[in-house]
């Protein structure tokens, strides 16, 4: 089974899930205080991708790994991060947010990044990776900004059955992403087993430092624990599927090998993250 006709369809349900968990009255009240957002789209946005860029240099990865790094790094806006920071006790509404908005930055970021990766790969790394940023474009609209805006239609108007459906779907998100992560290991087996410690150490590397550099951006900022703990998650937790998405689409690179980094990020961002929450979901919240 090729693993685009399973993401592609994920992709679409978790845009649509996500916009039916919008509330825009929650959102003005987020941005009466947009500080916290500012701060979490820059680690989203900017640090993530430049420290991708830097770590990826350091380990000397492959340029197809190197290009999957970047891809991944650009592809903020994971659909589980709410409930990782309701579980950390953090800032809920400010984690919709945030996905929400730098899910729609993104439409416009990836193509402007990758399109500069795919440069930078071609001058230093000597291999020739072609990317048809209208195509991505295109597809970036169809897949995750449209069901986006239906999402939020829907919950604007049928508001009650938008909560049961968005229910629903957050029960199938998971087991989908796993099948989807099961299909894509075992067609990529050889590969990932040979490069799974070098590759695997350069992530949790970077996942790390990220989570440092999110904690370094909060602090200067003076953002209290609620808003930190959600800021940190918001910039650690990337759209694995967004990523994968790109990387096997026929009308884009279809290139399964690009989307190795996004698979070992997903599951090295889980388990962190994981522990993350089990640090910090006891401490009182600062008010």
Not at 233 to 241: D, S, Y
Not at 249 to 274: D, E, T
């Amino acid at each position: 089974m090729n693993a685009v006709l399973i993401v592609l369809p994920i992709l679409t349900l978790l845009m649509f899930d996500l916009g039916l968990g919008c509330d825009i009255r929650s959102f003005a009240e987020v941005l009466r205080h947009p500080r916290p957002v500012f701060i979490g789209l820059i680690g989203q946005i900017v640090v993530m991708p430049i420290v991708a860029v830097i770590i990826g240099i350091v380990f000397h990865l492959d340029p197809l790994f190197f290009i999957g790094l970047i891809l991944i790094a650009c592809s903020p806006g994971g659909s589980s991060s709410n409930v990782f920071s309701m579980l950390a006790k953090g800032n809920v509404t400010l984690s919709i947010t945030l996905t929400a908005l730098s899910s729609i930055i993104t439409l416009f970021t990836i193509p402007i990044i990758m399109s500069w990766t795919i440069g930078f790969a071609d001058r230093t790394m000597n291999v020739s990776v072609h990317l048809p940023i209208g195509k991505l474009i295109v597809q970036n609209l169809l897949l995750m900004f449209l069901p986006f805006l239906i999402g939020v239609i829907y919950a604007r108007f049928f508001s009650k059955s938008a909560h049961k459906i968005s229910i629903i779907l957050g029960k199938i998100a998971f087991p989908a992403l796993m099948l989807l992560a099961a299909i894509f290991f075992i067609q990529n087996r050889e590969v990932i087993i040979t490069h799974f410690g070098h590759l695997g150490l350069c992530i949790v590397s970077y996942i790390l430092i990220v989570m440092m550099m999110a904690a370094l951006l909060c602090y200067t900022s003076r953002l209290k624990g609620t808003d930190r703990r959600t800021i940190i998650i918001e910039v650690v937790m990337q759209n694995a599927a967004q990523a994968i998405a790109v990387a096997s689409s026929p009308f884009i690179f279809n290139n399964n090998i690009i989307g190795i980094p996004a698979i070992l990020y997903a599951l090295f961002m889980n388990v962190l993250l994981l522990i993350y929450v089990a640090i910090v979901k006891n401490r009182v919240p600062d008010k």
